[in-house]
C-alpha cells in the first residue's frame, strides 16, 4: 500500500490527503525532548521573562514568575537550554554564582550590548528547572572559555563530596549537587561561537567533553555544536572525527560527544535586513514562509543521511536546538532584543515542524525552540503582570501527548494538496500519529490560505473509536493574542472529525492546525 504520493494539478477547491497508518507496527518513540525549550540572556527572555526578583510585586518564587512556570508546566515542559545561544559562549559560569549583589557585570556584546548583572546565574537556573520540572540543558562556553572553566562548573554542578567545586557549592548555599542531563560543547561555533572551521572545531569539542566528566552517577549527554542549517560538510566533520579509522561510530560511551546539534530559523524572505513584519504581511509573505518552514524537512533529512553512513546503528543523536521563526522586531523595541508578536502563522510553522520532527524520531533526539519568553518565536509573551499565551504555546499543548509515545509514520497514497505560484510550492497538508497508554493523537496541519482540506486516514492493526478533537485557528492568519485579547488565537472543541468504516476523516477548515485523541 506504500506508494508515491500523487499531485493532482492545483486549482481545485479542497485539499486531499490519503494515508494509511499501522496502530498495530511501533515506529521509532517520540523523544519527549523534541518538545523542549531554549532561554538566554537576550533581551526579556531571562529578565522579566523568568526573572523578576525577589522584591517584584508579581507573584514569584525565590524571584521566579509563577505565571510563566504555571504556563510552561502545563505543556509539560521536557526540558531546558541555557544561558544561549551567542550568549553562552562570552558567559563565565564563576561571575553568576555567590551572593548577588557581590556578581561582577559584564557586558552583553551580542544581545543589546546591554550591562548584565549577573543576578540570574547557575543557581536560579537550577531553581527555575526545579520548578519546572524540566531537564536541565547547560550550554557550556567553548569560543571565549577554557576547558578548566568548563570542567570546574560541570564539577560545581554536578558532584558531591568534598572535591574544590562542590565545596564551593556548599559555601554558595546547595549542599546537594544537581543533576544535569545535556550539556552543550559551545554554541555556533561556526559564527557567533568563534568563527571556527569544523576541522578545528571538532578537534576542540573533544578536548572540551573530554573534561567535562560524569561525577557521582550524573550522566552527562554531551552535545557538540554542529552545522549552520544545511552545512551537511560540517556534519561530516565531525562524524568523521569520531569514528574509527573511518570505520563505523561502534559506540556513543566511549566518544568524547554523544549528540551534534544544528540551527534552522523560518524567514519570510531572504534578506537579513527585512525579515519581514510578524503581523502585518501579506500573502506573498504567508506563502514564502511556509516554503521555508519546509526546508526543515530536507535539512533533517540531508544530516540523518550524512550520520547514516557514519553511523548505521544511529548511536548519535541530532539535535535541533535552536528552531523557529524569525522576524523583524516590533517597531519601536530594542533591535537586538528580538522582541516579535506570534500570529496563527508561527503556529502552523510549529505544527509541520512536529510532524517533521516525528517522522526523523530514530535519529532526532531534541529539539529546541527559540525561544520560551518574549524572544523570537515565543510561547508565553509577558505585558507587565500578564502572560499572554501564543499561538504557538497552543501547538506545544495540543501536541503535549506525543511526548515519550510511539510513532505510527503515516504512509501517503495520494495527495492533491499543493500551493503553486510565483512564491514557490509547497505541501499544505501534514499529519503525524503516535500512541501511548491506550490511546492515540493524530496531528493535522492544513497550511493552505484559502482550500478547507480533507485527510483520510485508514487506520489498521487495532480497533479504535474517535475521542475529543480540538481545532487551532481564526479568520485570518495574521491573528494573535495580546494582554487586551488573551484568547483571539485558542484551541476550541472541534466535530470534524468522524470514522467512516475503518477511516478516519478530518474536515479541517484553511489555515488550521487540529488534533484528534482516539482510544484504542
Ligand atoms: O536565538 C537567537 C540566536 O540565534 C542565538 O543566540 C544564536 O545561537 C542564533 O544565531
Redesign the pocket.
Given at each position: 500500500m506504500t506508494t508515491a504520493p500523487t499531485t493532482a494539478p492545483t486549482g481545485t477547491t479542497h485539499g486531499v490527503l490519503e494515508g494509511v497508518v499501522d496502530l498495530d507496527v511501533a515506529g521509532p518513540t517520540i523523544s519527549r525532548h523534541l518538545y523542549g525549550h531554549?532561554a538566554?540572556h537576550?533581551g526579556r527572555c531571562i529578565y522579566e521573562g523568568f526573572w523578576v526578583g525577589e522584591d517584584s510585586d508579581l507573584p514569584n518564587t525565590e524571584g521566579i514568575r509563577d505565571d510563566v512556570v504555571a504556563a510552561l508546566k502545563a505543556i509539560d515542559i521536557p526540558n531546558l537550554r541555557w544561558p544561549?545561544?551567542?550568549?553562552?559562549d562570552e558567559y563565565h559560569w564563576m561571575n553568576g554564582v555567590g551572593p548577588r549583589e557581590e556578581r561582577p557585570s559584564m557586558v552583553n556584546t551580542?544581545?543589546g550590548d546591554v550591562v548584565e548583572d549577573n543576578s540570574f546565574g547557575s543557581h536560579e537556573f537550577m531553581r527555575l528547572c526545579e520548578l519546572l520540572g524540566a531537564d536541565p540543558y547547560v550550554s557550556g562556553n567553548v569560543g571565549s572559555g577554557t576547558v578548566a572553566e568548563m570542567s570546574d562548573w560541570v564539577e560545581y554542578l554536578t558532584r558531591s563530596g568534598d572535591a574544590p567545586m562542590s565545596r564551593l557549592r556548599r559555601e554558595h548555599g546547595h549542599d546537594e549537587p544537581w543533576k544535569v542531563p545535556f550539556w552543550g560543547i559551545g554554541?555556533?561555533s561556526w559564527?557567533?561561537?568563534g568563527n571556527m572551521t569544523a576541522e578545528q572545531y571538532a578537534l576542540l569539542a573533544a578536548q572540551f567533553a573530554t573534561y567535562c566528566r560524569n561525577h557521582d552517577g550524573n550522566e552527562l549527554y554531551r552535545i557538540a555544536a554542529g552545522p549552520n542549517r544545511d552545512d551537511y560538510a560540517w556534519t561530516e566533520t565531525l562524524m568523521k572525527s569520531i569514528s574509527t579509522l573511518g570505520g563505523p561510530v561502534t559506540s556513543r560511551k566511549h566518544n568524547s560527544w554523544q549528540a551534534l546539534s544544528f540551527?534552522y530559523?523560518t524567514h519570510a524572505t531572504d534578506d537579513w535586513e527585512h525579515k519581514g513584519s510578524a503581523t502585518e504581511f501579506g500573502d506573498d509573505h504567508y506563502h514564502s514562509t511556509m516554503v521555508n518552514a519546509w526546508r526543515i524537512d530536507d535539512i533533517v533529512r540531508g544530516h540523518v543521511r550524512v550520520m547514516d553512513a557514519y553511523d548505521p546503528e544511529a548511536t548519535i543523536g541530532l539535535v535541533c536546538d535552536?528552531w523557529g521563526t524569525?522576524w523583524d522586531v516590533e517597531p519601536g523595541t530594542n533591535p537586538g532584543f528580538?522582541f516579535q508578536q506570534n500570529t496563527l502563522r508561527d503556529a502552523l510553522v510549529a505544527g509541520l515542524h512536529f510532524d517533521v520532527f516525528h517522522a526523523s524520531a530514530r535519529r532526532l533526539v531534541m529539539a529546541n525552540i527559540?525561544?520560551t519568553v518574549n524572544?523570537?518565536q515565543a510561547v508565553v509573551l509577558t505585558d507587565g503582570p500578564t502572560a499572554v499565551l501564543t499561538p504557538t504555546y497552543h501547538v506545544f499543548a495540543m501536541n503535549a501527548r506525543h511526548q515519550g509515545a510511539t510513532s505510527h509514520p503515516v504512509q501517503v497514497v495520494a495527495e492533491d494538496a499543493r500551493h503553486e505560484d510565483g512564491t514557490g510550492s509547497y505541501r499544505t497538508l501534514t499529519t503525524s500519529v503516535s500512541s501511548r497508554d491506550g490511546s492515540a493523537l493524530v496531528s493535522l496541519t492544513n497550511l493552505d490560505l484559502q482550500r478547507p482540506a480533507t485527510v483520510r486516514l485508514a487506520l489498521r492493526g487495532r480497533d479504535w473509536q474517535v475521542g475529543a478533537a480540538t481545532l487551532l485557528t481564526a479568520d485570518r492568519p495574521q491573528a494573535h493574542n495580546t494582554a487586551e485579547d488573551l484568547s483571539a488565537v485558542a484551541p476550541a472543541p472541534f466535530d470534524g472529525a468522524r470514522r467512516e468504516g475503518d477511516v478516519l476523516v478530518v474536515e479541517l477548515p484553511p489555515h488550521s492546525f487540529a488534533t484528534v485523541d482516539l482510544s484504542l
Open positions: 531554549f538566554e537576550l544561549g545561544g551567542c550568549f553562552a551580542h544581545w554554541n555556533e559564527g557567533c561561537g540551527h530559523y535552536e524569525w528580538l527559540a525561544q524572544v523570537l
